[in-house]
């Protein structure tokens, strides 16, 4: 997950992801690994890493609960790390990872790889970019096989208010923003702004609960997310 599952599951892309400015203020195109695994492998990671030459950070060890759901490993110098994350992604939305390792490799699926991006509220230009690139590699579909999967979005999307606010809001930025990149042909601005169109409508076409219904009457009146540093000062 993250940066590099963009890279990998967009090789022919690769080029016009560097030409769009992702490479941070060093010039390293990759400073980090973000993983997704089952909390039921959690004792076999450390070993592992560590028997590659990632060992594990053990400042992040004490912290007893946060350990619990996140690992955190590094190179010896330490300027490469690796995050693993377990079951769930909790920023500032919640995404449940239940079931759906499967059904890709060796990324998470395409429909979750959109989601990590959308659910952030303050979201940054540089996911934005990388969402672009993954819109542009990949269509919109009602499965997983390479598809950036519509229909389970839509799903998720559909019993969970919050998610469906930031993320339409984000999905509409990245329409936005890649109207104005001169990096992007007109083809390809196109074919961004029709498969974003064709997502959005899935998602407000698929049917919505009482309980949803309810908290869009609310609104943004009451805050819909969580603040990211205050999900981990409560770890």
């Not at 941070?24 to 990759?30: A, C, H, K, L, Y």
């Not at 950070?57 to 995050?83: L, P, T, V």
Request: glycine share 4%; no cysteine.
């Amino acid at each position: 997950m993250g940066a590099v599952a963009f890279r990998i599951h967009t090789p022919t892309l690769a080029d016009l992801h560097k030409r769009l400015n992702r490479l941070n203020s060093t010039g390293i195109d990759f400073t980090d690994l973000d993983l997704m695994t089952y909390g039921k492998y959690n004792q076999k990671l450390e070993p592992f890493f560590s028997s590659i030459g990632y060992p594990a950070d053990e400042n992040a060890k004490y912290q007893i609960h946060m350990w619990a759901q996140r690992h955190f490993y590094h190179d010896a110098s330490q300027k490469f790390k690796i995050d693993v994350f377990f079951d769930k992604l909790e920023m500032s939305h919640t995404i449940d990872f239940k079931n759906r390792l499967e059904e890709d490799s060796p990324t998470i699926p395409l429909a979750e790889l959109l989601l990590e991006k959308m659910q952030i509220v303050q979201i940054n230009e540089k996911d934005i970019k990388d969402a672009i690139i993954l819109v542009l590699g990949h269509d919109i579909g009602e499965d997983d096989n390479d598809h950036i999967n519509g229909k389970y979005v839509a799903s998720l999307l559909a019993s969970d208010w919050g998610l469906y606010y930031t993320t339409l809001t984000n999905l509409n930025k990245v329409k936005s923003f890649s109207a104005k990149y001169d990096q992007l042909s007109e083809s390809e601005k196109g074919i961004i702004s029709s498969r974003i169109d064709n997502i959005i409508k899935q998602i407000d076409d698929q049917p919505k609960g009482p309980k949803w219904k309810l908290r869009a009457r609310i609104g943004t009146k009451r805050k819909w997310y969580t603040d990211v540093e205050e999900r981990f000062s409560s770890e």
